[in-house]
């Protein structure tokens, strides 16, 4: 059974640093391109990054370049994103989720359970 | 950026309804989208992809048209467990989803 598990939210002051992590199993995590997918409480779904089944490639939403970075460690089957400059905007649930196999783009087949992130002083 | 615009915002129907979604792509995404249901409090479940392949072990009740820049959502006969907010999105280029169709029991 694919199950995908974040962790690491909370609640942290603007301009502080977060790292999220998923921990997957139930597949091969290395074949898989891996991506975080956020949502505002109350709001839609929005993608923030992916990177490629071996962490060669990242792809990043314009508003988090240069603040977030996803990385992932195909040893220990888990994926992460480190979060610098925290805004109040990046208040969200965050989820993980894979993409297609060995797709670096694509739609989502799982999706975890999601952390908060609360971007608050 | 490609905008996925999804209409009704809400949409009530009575069980057994045949009840139809839409997701317009503000340029053409061939057939390069992706139907979700997300129950209150749930993640998103994939429901169809590649705009009308349906996911595994969901039920056949549910399908997916269109190509280009229309796309729908039909679920051929409204169940209550139905209850819940439906997005689209995009895969072409990047990855943009709609602000979602929430859909309720009359």
């Known amino acids: 059974e694919v199950q995908l598990v974040e962790s690491g939210g909370g609640l942290v002051q603007p301009g502080r640093s977060l790292k999220l992590s998923c921990a997957a199993s139930?597949?091969?995590?290395?074949?898989?391109?891996m991506a975080w997918v956020r949502q505002a409480p109350t709001k839609g779904l929005e993608w923030v990054a992916t990177?490629?089944?071996?962490?060669?490639?990242?792809y990043y939403r314009d508003s988090v370049k240069g603040r977030f970075t996803i990385s992932r460690d195909n040893a220990k089957t888990t994926l992460y994103l480190q979060m610098d400059s925290l805004r109040s905007e990046d208040t969200a649930t965050y989820y993980c989720?894979?993409?297609?196999?060995?797709?670096?783009?694509?739609?989502?087949?799982?999706w975890g359970q999601g952390t908060l992130v609360t971007v608050s002083s | 950026d490609i905008q996925m615009t999804q209409s009704p915002s809400l949409l009530s129907a009575s069980v057994g309804d045949r009840v139809t979604l839409n997701c317009k792509a503000s340029?053409?995404?061939?057939?390069?989208l992706a139907w979700y249901q997300q129950k209150l409090g749930e993640a998103p479940k994939l429901l169809i992809y590649?705009?009308?392949s349906l996911q595994t072990d969901i039920p056949s009740r549910f399908s997916g048209s269109g190509s280009g820049t229309d796309f729908t959502l039909t679920i051929s006969s409204l169940q209550p467990e139905d209850v819940a907010t439906y997005f689209c999105?995009?895969?072409?280029?990047?990855?943009?989803f709609g602000a979602g169709t929430e859909l309720e029991l009359k």
């Open positions: 139930g597949f091969t995590f290395s074949n898989y391109g």
């Open positions: 999105q995009q895969f072409y280029s990047g990855n943009t």
């Open positions: 989720a894979r993409h297609p196999i060995y797709n670096n783009w694509g739609w989502f087949a799982y």
């Open positions: 990177i490629s089944y071996d962490g060669s490639s990242t």
């Open positions: 590649n705009a009308n």
């Open positions: 340029q053409n995404i061939y057939k390069n």
